[in-house]
């Protein structure tokens, strides 16, 4: 890695982006950073979000329309760019040199990419993370603790909350907190009706989607048709045979009931631009940052597509699609 000042490139600042580099003005060293997307607008907005957390703490921000105009490999690639453009601009990243990315999610829409990127990273050794950030929220080890390694029934309701790019992160702390990787997913429970995502040509799920784990342990995620009180808002319950604890994300609170006694705790959701600091100064350090790998989380994503996949092929009664648009 290099030895002065580290390069960090952040390829895509759309929403997720941006946030990843007001991120990087947190961190309390120098850096160059590169900011890759082909959208002026995109660019003019993310050095706008900069600028209002007042830039980088030291070094150099330099904006790109295209990844050929950078002038070295990257320490650290942050690929953020929406879920159909991302295989490629895996690749175009990895084909500079760069050892070590962090990927957004929802990684990608096609099972057979996942396959060909992870033949990828395994030929180059590249080392590399998935943004699945409820893994490096500031107590996820401490309430991982409260479950204590027992069969858990995990299930997260609300209105609107976005199940089709959102749900991948609870799956995540699902198969953090109850140990399981190789979990399995059903669809079944979704409705029969896709409907057209915010994003163009993306679509969203309504209904509820269930997974388990080989311990037993039941996942289900339900969102309803409607708006929410608080955009993203959804409350999570996680109970055990002698424990239940509920999270509601707009409050950062933790309620726990044992043995007929409750008590409630903070427990801090904190924003990408909070996020992100910590992630990539324990890359730069040599360190692995609080996400799962690749390995992990393309496993997750791979049974959550597939079984997306199934629900769009009864939906629509077309047996050849092999491309589930969400991101």
């Not at 295209?66 to 601009?89: C, F, G, H, K, N």
């Not at 976005?162 to 669809?187: Q, T």
């Not at 996680?238 to 009931?257: A, F, K, Y």
């Not at 903070?266 to 692995?288: H, K, M, N, R």
């Amino acid at each position: 890695m290099n030895a002065s000042v580290p390069r960090v490139a952040v390829i895509g600042v759309g929403s997720f982006g941006a946030r990843h580099l007001q991120g990087l003005a947190r961190i309390d060293r120098p850096l160059h950073v590169d900011v890759v997307d082909p959208s002026e607008a995109s660019r003019k907005r993310a050095a706008a979000l900069l600028a209002e957390v007042g830039g980088l703490r030291g070094g150099t921000c330099a904006m790109h329309g295209d990844l050929s105009m950078l002038s070295e490999a990257p320490d650290l690639a942050i690929v953020a760019t929406a879920a159909r453009e991302r295989p490629q601009a895996v690749r175009d990243v990895v084909s500079l040199g760069t050892r070590r990315m962090i990927l957004e999610k929802v990684l990608f829409t096609r099972l057979a990419d996942y396959d060909e990127v992870a033949g990828l990273f395994e030929r180059r050794r590249l080392q590399v993370w998935v943004n699945c950030a409820r893994r490096a929220y500031p107590r996820a080890a401490a309430l991982k603790q409260l479950v204590a390694g027992r069969p858990i029934r995990y299930t997260v309701t609300g209105a609107g909350w976005g199940l089709a790019s959102n749900v991948i992160h609870h799956l995540d702390e699902f198969s953090m907190l109850c140990g399981h990787v190789d979990i399995e997913v059903s669809a079944e429970g979704l409705s029969s009706r896709l409907t057209e995502a915010k994003r163009p040509g993306y679509v969203e799920f309504f209904g509820s989607l269930q997974s388990r784990a080989p311990d037993g342990s039941r996942f289900i995620a339900v969102c309803t048709e409607g708006t929410e009180s608080v955009p993203g808002d959804r409350e999570i319950t996680i109970e055990t045979d002698d424990v239940r604890i509920v999270l509601r994300q707009s409050r950062d609170t933790l309620s726990v009931v044992r043995n007929g006694q409750a008590h409630s705790e903070p427990y801090p959701a904190p924003l990408q631009s909070e996020l992100t600091a910590p992630v990539v100064t324990s890359i730069l350090d040599g360190t692995p940052p609080a996400l799962p790998d690749y390995k992990t989380a393309a496993a997750i994503h791979r049974v959550l597509i597939g079984a997306l996949l199934e629900h769009m092929r009864r939906c629509t009664g077309n047996p050849d699609i092999n491309e589930c648009p969400i991101t």
